[in-house]
């Protein structure tokens, strides 16, 4: 009778155990799984080639290029949840030159970004190491061909090559730099952003300031960005920005304004102002920008029209056709794709391509 009893007690003690044991291990199986859900790693980028015929004040050409419909890059990102609304990430983003394998950069690797952040809805973000200036955020919504290869914004408004030799451009990139973005308030936002010395020559960019002030809602993107760039001879060039966006149905009207203030006694001042329009229909989309660029002191202007349009295949791929036109004036001789030309010549671009992102 009690050996009866004991093993019924024994076998009575078992379950419990196994019980116990599976659901530690379910338990913790599901805490592995809910972590891996949080922690995201993922692989990105894009491929763009195209064919263009391009003609200058220097004779005319064909090629094949990369870039004219989105920028050719591939890219690593991941975020982990950490706990009570803060989450942690990072980015490291290479462009390439898809029409031969090479990188963008022969001296970098992740050209584009590299960088890690923290980030709270509550109290924002800080983010340190190379990134995006700060006039980027507004460039990118106003200008119809966010900043790719052919863009006005960046061929025109950006150039600084007549303004006197201690103008200053504002890099693609900010290396060395440390930003803080506040939480979104009811669309407003804002962002600082400095830049440590980067200069490796004479005249070479060395600090990096920049702020930016935007609004972002539904159908209206309004966004204000003044910036300062110092060579390592603390000549200042100043940049300043502000944009507007309106959609009116499934179309985006946009325009943008900018200024380049170098501010040595020596330098020019140019002015650039642009009108934008993305038009999608269907698979269809539709864009139109037009800029005029103008030089104060050197009689230098320049005019560029683009235009463009994509049909998207799918969600990940496009094909698209561009046609672009610079008329230079003055001792202006800005050109797009690398055309040739000469000062006061016009530049004729037309491109034919495919994107695919993955």
């Known amino acids: 009778m009690r050996h009866t009893s004991i093993c019924t007690g024994t076998t009575a003690l078992r379950y419990p155990l196994r019980l116990a044991l599976t659901g530690l291990a379910t338990g913790t199986w599901l805490a592995m799984a809910s972590h891996a859900a949080r922690a995201d790693v993922q692989l990105y980028g894009a491929v763009d080639n195209y064919v263009s015929y391009d003609s200058g004040g220097k004779g005319s050409s064909t090629q094949v290029g990369s870039g004219a419909g989105s920028t050719s890059r591939f890219g690593f990102t991941g975020t982990e949840a950490l706990g009570d609304g803060l989450e942690s990430g990072f980015r490291l983003e290479s462009g390439i030159n898809a029409n031969n394998g090479t990188l963008q950069s022969t001296n970098t690797l992740f050209n584009r970004e590299a ?7 509550r109290y924002g973000m800080l983010k340190l190491g190379r990134q995006f200036p700060t006039i980027f955020p507004l460039s990118s919504q106003v200008d119809p061909y966010a900043l790719t290869k052919l ?13 006197g030799g201690n103008a200053t451009g504002i890099d693609s990139r900010v290396a060395n730099a440390v930003s803080y973005t506040t939480p979104d308030l009811n669309g407003f936002s804002g962002q600082v952003l400095y830049g440590f010395s980067t200069a490796s020559a004479t005249g070479a960019p060395a600090h ?4 930016l002030a935007q609004y972002e809602g539904q159908r209206l993107y309004a966004g204000l960005s003044y910036n300062v760039v110092r060579d390592d001879l603390s ?9 507007l966006s309106y959609k009116v149905g499934s179309a985006t009207l946009s325009l943008a304004y900018n200024r380049i ?4 006694t020596t330098g020019r001042i140019a002015t650039a102002y642009l009108l934008g329009a993305t038009v999608p229909v269907g698979p269809h989309v539709f864009r139109l920008s037009v800029m005029e660029r103008l030089v104060a002191g050197g009689g230098n202007h320049a005019f560029g029209a683009l235009g463009g349009y994509d049909y998207q295949l799918s969600k990940r791929t496009a094909l698209y056709t561009r046609l672009a036109w610079v008329n230079n004036g003055g001792a202006s001789a800005l050109t797009l794709d690398n055309a040739q030309t000469s000062a006061g010549r016009d530049v004729f671009v037309t491109a034919l391509g495919v994107t695919h992102r993955f």
Do not use: K, Q
């Not at 990096?208 to 702020?211: D, E, I, K, S």
């Not at 203030?261 to 040595?264: A, E, G, H, L, Y």
């Open 115 to 121: 960088n890690v952040w923290l980030s709270s809805r």
């Open 208 to 211: 990096f300031t920049g702020y």
């Open 261 to 264: 203030v170098p501010t040595v």
């Open 151 to 163: 863009s006005l914004m960046a061929n025109l408004a950006y150039a600084t090559s007549d303004l």
């Open 235 to 243: 000549h200042a060039t100043d940049h300043y920005g502000a944009g």
